[in-house]
């Protein structure tokens, strides 16, 4: 049984918009806080969004800041991100992470491959 569950993802044009959900099967596979990391072809996974459960922290990659806005339906083990404005830069296969926590504004991840969905492709192009 996967414990991570994602969804969303397709091809828009830019300027368009996208919305991914991830949940995780139980509270206890996401204690703290989940989020999202991101994988171009060629490229390094960056980390670029997170939300706690508990409390009111959330992080930005400065590149997807005042474009992507993530949320969370705590009743549901889910969270949700909407892409806005998308850019072709955007392109990448879109992870969700549920093993994520902070400690201020430092924002750490857990190892295992059971934190992780299976990952959804994110396409912006005409």
């Known amino acids: 049984q996967a414990h991570v569950e994602e969804s969303g993802g397709g091809l828009v044009p830019p300027g368009g918009s996208l919305r991914l959900s991830c949940t995780a099967s139980?509270?206890?596979?996401?204690?703290?806080?989940m989020g999202w990391y991101r994988q171009a072809p060629g490229k390094e996974r960056e980390f670029i969004v997170a939300?706690?459960?508990?409390?009111?922290?959330?992080y930005y990659k400065d590149s997807v800041k005042g474009r992507f806005t993530i949320s969370r339906d705590n009743a549901k083990n889910t969270v949700y991100l909407q892409m806005n404005n998308l850019k072709p830069e955007d392109t990448a296969v879109y992870y969700c992470h549920t093993g994520l926590w902070n400690a201020g504004s430092t924002w750490y991840s857990r190892h295992g491959a059971d934190y992780w969905g299976q990952g959804t492709q994110v396409t912006v192009s005409l």
């Open positions: 139980a509270r206890t596979n996401s204690p703290e806080a």
């Open positions: 939300i706690s459960w508990t409390d009111d922290s959330v």
